[in-house]
């Protein structure tokens, strides 16, 4: 459970063989590439190309294609058309693509159509009960009729056009409108059309097609929608079939495109000068022979390895090595920020304290077991991150929930088993022990904090951060006084008289002094002279409050813990509950409240024990030794994504 | 009764109702709209008008009509919230109407005075039954002297009928305005039948508003029509706020709309709006900002029924207000940088 070793590669040869370079570079995935520019600097004479990347119109075409069709396009398999010029590839897409757009096209007409046919049957749907003659109605000479819909509000100011002649009548009811026709005499219709424009009347104009009386119309009509509906559906099944039968060419066109285009964007990463290109980036030790191997083959590419940190411009990118156990966990790390190159990987350490503390707050053999189960399921179909956490976080509940003798609530289940096996301090009851529980969460907070103190004093002094690792309240000045306060404190408490002047005045003071003139201390280690900026009052302000602010740390962070013991009470508590429920209902509901009851407590509790836990990993733990600064080491490859920026 | 008891349940619902405000970002979509159908289909979708919406074609709404709809939206949403704890029978929730029956007189007396008739496509129908005098009546009346005899039996006959006519029929619209409004507060006034904290907080705040009010036509006054300040005062709603009589006169007498708005900055309220960011030289509409601020305030400090249904439904008015501008915007093609000034909130 360490960083991953790096080398910084040096990549130099002539421009013609570039992009076989970066072919070789991408496909070996292990290959970190950083900007050659950054590092030849600007008067070395080196140039970064500039090209506008030829794939990119071709690659949006497709693109284009895949979101209209919501299909993805990918081959692993491209070496059919691999030989095949662009001008000709650019030929058959132009070709797909108006194929594509023929059915499209007919599609959209005929989706017009039935727009415009299921408009004239809503709106005939809303004149049923009228028996007359459409083209009879609208053919009168001296009376015009007009259809369509009126607002509820403007219904009940017709009363004031009482003395205009015509005449509305309607024939259904929705919550804002009235459906009807109004008449009105040939001579008056212009009048009277304006009122119902300014009563907001929505006319509604019956399409020539549509013939007879309502019921006929309707009829019609829905026949005529259902064939609208079958033309488009024939669109869409052509569409379909053309492009069941082009996917796979197009499907290895496009990732020949993608593996070019992505190659050629990295051509921009490299420096030129003259007719040499430079590249540089790094590669985990580990990699480096099968690495150099590759080049072999390519005598005018020469590489040089440096140390990682050989070049102060390049930042080595972190990979973290961690082993089986520990490699969930690495999703938390990342979460927070990885390590710097020279720090320490602290996958190991959460990896440990998180099982350790999630299986103490969730202690439940049957409980623990099922999230366990779950977890493996969660990882095995849905490849869920979380999945494998849960796994072990889920046996570590079982263990401890075999220590607590609980099992899905039951609290007396294991009891006859330990007293069969003769042990006697099992199960270690939690509600009986509620002190023991809370003095032990603190106790077991201490630990992991001097731990964590004691990370920060190795990595501190090894990076030689001494302000930090020696005088600061996470090194060894605050290690001093956080240990000797609770030593004594706990040694009054078992009657031994420890606090005494030297004591108080070595293991206390001191440090505390220590802390406070931290920063000329580590100048004064480093044979650096100390300049004080601000002044005397300016100094003993602001280390005042930082000091006092440690101080209120350790209480705070240490009383922190006791939400480990918290939690146990509350598990245990919450089954308590989930038991009287099920004793209270009748013998054949009861398992199913301790089915749902077990279900909502794994539920809420397990969601509640993660996320505290994590809490407690990044602000009482991490906070003490890391920063969380480093680059993630990410190797070029091939992004098959349909989206072309 | 009313004033034992609190009514927390109604003040519960309307800070519900008034979570689900329009907020910057649905102003902005809005404004980002083509058409008024557009504009529409974005209040269906995406906001509490929604339900009002529901079974209205947007593709094919007149802004009329959507603009009638909103307007009844806040006679609704008043009736859904006085009828919670069936409140609505204390004199004071009468407030809505009186207001609406003033608003629509005044809409009379100006079309009146415009000569125009198309007064029924707008008028509030829903309040059929409702007011004091028949609306569709109110509609066919064709001048004021017929407008009196319509009044009569109404207390609004009293209130109008010193105005006087002008040789070709016309009113001062700005003095029966005056004496509208002037009743209206004083029957506000007068129904006030709660806390006697919270009877104090309303007055503070309709004084305040009335003052805000005052400055606003004061402001046009001087601006468009270079009234003088004996001019001006006369037609001011008589109630004193924050602003003394003699602050009052001084502002009155400016001789422009510059000197106006010099003189107004010194007041109180110039200084809020200074302090609030803003523009004082849009004087109008930054007394609508301050007039939406109280209100505001006043919502989320009161614990009382009549309080909050007050300046929620004040909030409310406004906010459609609000979306009326943008439609009416959008509709004459206006640019959503020259719309967004004119949004209050």
Known sequence: ????????????????????????????????????????????????????????????????????????????DFSDVEGESLAGLGEYILNVRKKLDEFKTAEKLA????????????????????????????????????????PVDSYGKLEYYDDKPFYFTHFSEEKEYY??????????????DEIFESLYFERTHIPDFVKGDSSEASAELH??????????????????????????????????????????????????????????GFIPKSETDRFMALFDDMESVSLVLQPADANGKLEPPIKLKNNKFSQPFSMFVEMYGLPSYNGINPTGFVAVTYTLLFGIMFGDLGQGIVLAIAGALLWKFKKFALGPILTRVGISGAVFGLL???????????????EALGITFLPFKVMKNVTTIL???????????FISILINIVTGIKNKKFEESLFGNNGIAGLVFFGSILVGAVAELFGVHLMNAVYVIVLIILPLIAMFMREPLSYWVKGKKYHMEGGIGDFIASNFFEVFEFLLGYATNTLSFIRIGGFVLSHAS????????SEQVSAAASPIVVILGNAFVMGIEGLLVGIQTLRLEFYEIFSRFYSGDGKPFEPVKINYDENIE | MFKRRNYNATVAKIMAIYGKRLTQQDYLEMMSKQSVQE??????????????????????????????????????????????????????????????????????????????????????????????????????????????????????????????????????????????????????????????????????????????????????????????????????????????????????????????????????????????????????????????????????????????????????EIEVKNIISIIEGIRYGVESSKIAPLIIM
């Not at chain 2, 009196?148 to 305005?177: A, I, M, R």
């Not at chain 2, 924050?242 to 109180?268: H, V």
Request: glycine content about 4%.
């Open chain 2, 39 to 316: 504009a529409a289909e974005y209040l269906k979708k995406n906001t509490h008008y929604s339900e009002l919406l529901s079974s209205i074609d947007t593709n094919t709404i007149h802004r009329g009509m959507l603009e009638n709809l909103l307007r009844r939206s806040v006679y609704d949403t008043y009736v859904r919230i006085t009828g919670f704890e069936h409140i609505s029978k204390e004199e004071f929730y009468n407030y809505k109407i009186l207001q609406t029956e003033i608003d629509e007189i005044l809409r009379c007396i100006r079309f009146l005075n415009a000569g125009s008739e198309k007064l029924i496509s707008d008028v509030p129908i829903y309040l059929k039954g409702l007011t004091s005098f028949d609306l569709i009546d109110l509609a066919r009346v064709t001048d004021f002297k017929e407008l009196l005899v319509f009044l009569k039996k109404t207390p609004y006959y009293d209130v109008l009928k010193s105005v006087k006519t002008n040789e070709d029929g016309k009113v001062d619209v700005t003095e029966c305005e005056t004496l509208l409004r002037t009743y209206y507060i004083k029957r506000l006034k007068s129904s006030l039948d709660f806390k006697k904290n919270d009877v104090k907080q309303f007055v503070s705040f309709l004084e305040t508003d009335i003052d805000l009010i005052n400055v606003i036509n004061s402001y046009r006054l001087t601006a468009f029509f270079g009234a003088t300040g004996d001019e001006i005062e006369k037609d001011m709603l008589p109630f004193g706020g924050r602003l003394s009589p003699a602050k009052q006169k001084e502002i009155y007498d400016a001789d422009s709309s510059e000197e106006f708005i010099k003189r107004f900055s010194k007041t109180n309220y110039g200084r809020q709006m200074i302090e609030n960011g803003y523009d004082i030289n849009n004087l109008e509409q930054s007394a609508n900002q301050l007039r939406y601020k109280y209100a505001k305030l006043m919502l989320k400090r009161s614990q009382s029924a009549p309080l909050s249904v007050y300046s929620f439904i004040f909030l409310l």
């Open chain 1, 179 to 192: 459906w009807g026709m109004y008449f009105v005499p040939a001579s008056c219709s212009e009048e009277v």
């Open chain 1, 574 to 581: 919450m089954m308590l509950v989930v038991m009287a429920l």
């Open chain 1, 404 to 418: 607590y003798g609980s099992i899905f609530g039951y609290e007396e289940l294991l009891d006859p088993v330990y």
């Open chain 1, 111 to 150: 989706d017009e159509k039935l727009s415009v046919h299921e408009q004239a049957m809503y709106q005939v749907d809303h004149l049923k009960g009228m028996t007359v003659d459409f083209q009879q109605i609208f053919s009168c000479e001296n009376i015009k009729v007009r259809l369509g819909r009126l």
């Open chain 1, 439 to 449: 003095i032990g969460a603190i106790v077991l907070g201490v630990l992991i904090m």
């Open chain 1, 1 to 76: 459970m360490s960083i991953e070793k790096m080398e910084l590669v040096n990549i130099a040869g002539l421009t013609k063989d570039l992009d076989a370079v970066l072919v070789k570079l991408s496909d070996c995935g292990c290959f970190h590439i950083e900007s050659a520019a950054k590092v030849a600097g600007k008067k070395s004479g080196f140039t970064v190309l500039k090209e506008d990347n030829p794939f990119t119109p071709l690659l949006k075409q497709i693109s284009e294609i895949s979101n209209q069709s919501g299909r993805k396009f990918r081959s692993d």
């Open chain 1, 223 to 280: 026949k005529m929608v259902e064939e609208d509906k079958k033309l488009i559906e024939d669109s869409r099944k052509q569409y379909n079939e053309y492009l069941d039968k082009e996917a796979d060419r197009l499907g290895k066109i496009f990732s020949r495109l993608k593996s070019s285009h992505d190659n050629f964007d990295l051509r921009n990463k490299a420096a030129i000068v003259n007719d040499k290109f430079y590249i540089v």
